[in-house]
């Protein structure tokens, strides 16, 4: 009997990488897992072969778990409906929901085609909307005929959100857009029991792996004993700890990279001025210039700590 026994949860894009070892870990922890991928290309390209959910499916139930697979399309409002229904039908109610289903089409905003636009916001934005918008409905149903509901949503945002990505205008723009989900999703569930929270991950997986350089800075230690620090089983722990009924966690940023955990506030206020009256131009030149703040760029959040002593150590 694990932390999450009795907990049914929905994990998507959950055949390969993240999603994978997120439904793992939570199925070794108790809950029952609906597993949703298409099979898919990392660029959104139709699978080929046997479903990567059905091959996660046998894994947790070969291990005593329970789970069943998903080949909806979390981007069509439909068939998002019928992925909450599913979980409701296979295991009689529903806890947490991971939105984790993502692609990449990298290109300069200068070279974008439309299409890649469209497809990547599609297959994030609205492939993390639909499936909350759906499973919101039924926990506000729950909560309206008097049962306790005590549910999580977990979103996978990213750096690229955080500090933007060069090449990835439409990954880091629906990465962005995905905190302003996972805080409106906070707000509007709490009066129904629901928390919502945004985990971004640095791990290898098939969207990383496409970074020029990553295969040799991402992959696994040579020595099998030393510690993997991109290894997607890093992060989901943190997803199992948000998934669970008492998690405290509501309306928060994490960062995960291996054994370092960052708590992220954006935006955050980093000066207050003020004027008498309106704003001038010649006030502005006055005041503003040497205010201005660094921006934070993606190696601060990428690479390994070389000493224990520029983190916040766990008491």
Not at 110 to 134: C, F
Request: aromatic share 6%.
């Amino acid at each position: 009997m694990g932390r999450l026994a009795g907990r049914v949860a929905i994990v998507t894009g959950a055949g390969r990488g993240l999603g994978r070892a997120h439904a793992l870990f939570l199925s070794e922890q108790g809950a029952a897992v609906v597993v949703n991928d298409l099979g898919g290309g990392v660029s959104g390209d139709a699978g080929t072969e046997v479903s990567p959910a059905e091959q996660v499916v046998a894994e947790i139930r070969a291990h005593g778990g329970k789970a069943v697979a998903s080949a909806h399309d979390v981007s069509d409002w439909g068939q998002a409906n019928e992925l909450i229904d599913l979980a409701v039908e296979a295991f009689g109610d529903l806890h947490v929901l991971v939105n984790n289903a993502g692609i990449i089409r990298d290109r300069t905003l200068a070279n974008l085609e439309e299409q890649d636009w469209d497809l990547v916001i599609k297959v994030h934005l609205k492939g993390h909307a639909a499936p909350t918008r759906h499973a919101l409905a039924y926990w506000r149903a729950q909560a309206k005929a008097g049962r306790e509901v005590k549910a999580s949503v977990v979103h996978t945002t990213s750096i690229a959100g955080f500090v933007g990505s060069f090449g990835q205008a439409n990954y880091s723009v629906a990465k962005a857009g995905l905190i302003a989900l996972s805080k409106v999703v906070a707000l509007e569930g709490t009066k129904y029991g629901v928390r919502s929270n945004a985990v971004s991950p640095s791990a290898r997986t098939r969207i990383t792996l496409t970074i020029p350089g990553a295969e040799g800075r991402l992959k696994a230690p040579e020595d099998p004993g030393a510690f993997d620090f991109y290894a997607p089983e890093n992060v989901s722990p943190l997803i199992g700890w948000l998934a669970e009924e008492n998690c405290p966690a509501n309306d928060q940023i994490f960062h995960i990279a291996g054994n370092r955990l960052y708590i992220v506030a954006i935006p955050q206020i980093v000066h207050v001025l003020e004027y008498d009256g309106r704003w001038t131009l010649e006030a502005l030149d006055r005041q503003v210039p040497q205010r201005l703040v660094e921006p934070l760029t993606i190696d601060v959040f990428l690479r390994p700590p070389s000493t224990p002593t520029d983190a916040a150590r766990p008491r």
